[in-house]
T-cell receptor, first 119, second 108 residues
Framework: DTGVSQDPRHKITKRGQNVTFRCDPI?????LYWYRQTLGQGPEFLTY????????KSRLLSDRFSAERPKGSFSTLEIQRTEQGDSAMYLC?????????????????FGAGSRLTVL | RKEVEQDPGPFNVPEGATVAFNCTYS??????FFWYRQDCRKEPKLLMS???SGNEDGRFTAQLNRASQYISLLIRDSKLSDSATYLC?????????FGTGTSLTVIP
């Protein structure tokens, strides 16, 4: 499978627990984005990486959220001390900025998402 | 002001109808534009990019008006399988901004 993979697909946790999501982007893609989506809303930007460097974080991203992409390949998004308001779909997307290599380079490709429910 | 604004609908149309969705964006420096389709509880998937000259892909036509900062999507001869949420997406710098999505239900 050459698409974007996310794991786990579903996570149910109790308030106060920590959760971690993993994203494996398309291998040729140097940029990786995390979004959060709640019912009836469009995806909301959280953070993005170019290779291993985290270049931008949303002001919405509280200090309970941390993301890494240590080797410029897969990424993890950790939420500490989860709250009920964290319940959402967490979407990962990737793209390449190398326009000469890949057709449609500026296009985001999404993974299937990780759905978090905090009880 | 939101970066991207869309009418959330819902749009309920009979099979075979033509339906149009509109979207406005706030930043005149935005450089790329897209329509994504999202099925219930699934991830967004690219439907089509939107080019300045307008572009068509089968029953789907996308238009961009940079002066008015307006994007549209026209679906002709609607099929039941077109039922989904359609997301307007605007690329500004390194960011991709999403509208709230417009819900379409095609009725037999």
């Amino acid at each position: 499978d050459t698409g974007v993979s996310q794991d786990p697909r579903h996570k149910i946790t109790k308030r106060g627990q920590n959760v971690t999501f993993r994203c494996d982007p398309i291998s040729e893609h140097n940029r990786l984005y995390w979004y959060r989506q709640t019912l009836g809303q469009g995806p909301e930007f959280l953070t993005y990486f170019q290779n291993e460097a985290q270049l931008e974080k949303s002001r919405l991203l509280s200090d309970r959220f941390s993301a890494e992409r240590p080797k410029g390949s897969f990424s993890t998004l950790e939420i500490q001390r989860t709250e009920q308001g964290d319940s959402a779909m967490y979407l990962c997307a990737s793209r390449t900025t190398v326009t000469s290599v890949v057709v449609g380079a500026n296009v985001l490709t999404f993974g299937a998402g990780s759905r978090l429910t905090v009880l | 002001r939101k970066e991207v604004e869309q009418d959330p609908g819902p749009f309920n149309v009979p099979e075979g109808a033509t339906v149009a969705f509109n979207c406005t964006y706030s930043n005149s420096a935005s450089q790329s534009f897209f329509w994504y389709r999202q099925d219930c509880r699934k991830e967004p998937k690219l439907l089509m990019s939107v080019y300045s000259s307008g572009n068509e892909d089968g029953r789907f036509t996308a238009q961009l008006n940079r002066a008015s900062q307006y994007i549209s999507l026209l679906i002709r001869d609607s099929k039941l399988s077109d039922s989904a949420t359609y997301l307007c997406v605007v690329n500004t710098g390194n960011q991709f901004y999403f509208g709230t999505g417009t819900s379409l239900t095609v009725i037999p």
